[in-house]
Nanobody
Framework: QVQLVESGGGLVQPGGSLRLSCVAS????????MGWYRQAPGKQRDLVAH???????NYADSVKGRFTISRDTAKNEVYLQMNSLKPEDTAAYYC??????????????WGQGTQVVVSS
C-alpha cells in the first residue's frame, strides 16, 4: 500500500557531501512524520534526522551542523543533505514515513536502504 524508495547513496571522500532522497508512493492521504535512520555493520539502527508535517526537526547529536533534513510535502519526498562527511557516517541509510492512507489506516513504513561509504 505504501512504498518508500531512497536514492543518492554512494562512495565519497571524507569532507565530501551527498544528498539522499526518498519518495513515498501508494494510497497515501497524508504523511505525518518522515525521516532517516542509519545502521552500520554490527550496530543498531539509529535515528539521524526527523521532520514532522509542521516542519519541526530533530537531529542526532552526531550530525548536528553537518546534515540538513527537508521535505516536499506536495511530492511526498524527504531529503537529507549531508556535508562534511566523516568515515563514521558510513552506514546504510533508511527512510521512513508515518502515513495515513485513504482508507483511514495509519501505518509506518521503511525504504530498502541506500548505502553511504565515506572513505579515502
Amino acid at each position: 500500500q505504501v512504498q518508500l524508495v531512497e536514492s543518492g547513496g554512494g562512495l565519497v571522500q571524507p569532507g565530501g557531501s551527498l544528498r539522499l532522497s526518498c519518495v513515498a508512493s501508494g494510497s497515501i492521504f497524508t504523511i505525518n512524520d518522515m525521516g532517516w535512520y542509519r545502521q552500520a555493520p554490527g550496530k543498531q539502527r539509529d535515528l539521524v534526522a526527523h521532520i514532522t508535517s509542521s516542519g519541526s526537526i530533530n537531529y542526532a547529536d552526531s550530525v548536528k551542523g553537518r546534515f540538513t533534513i527537508s521535505r516536499d510535502t506536495a511530492k511526498n519526498e524527504v531529503y537529507l543533505q549531508m556535508n562534511s562527511l566523516k568515515p563514521e557516517d558510513t552506514a546504510a541509510y533508511y527512510c521512513y514515513a508515518h502515513v495515513i492512507l485513504y482508507s483511514g489506516t495509519m501505518m509506518s513504513d521503511w525504504g530498502q536502504g541506500t548505502q553511504v561509504v565515506v572513505s579515502s
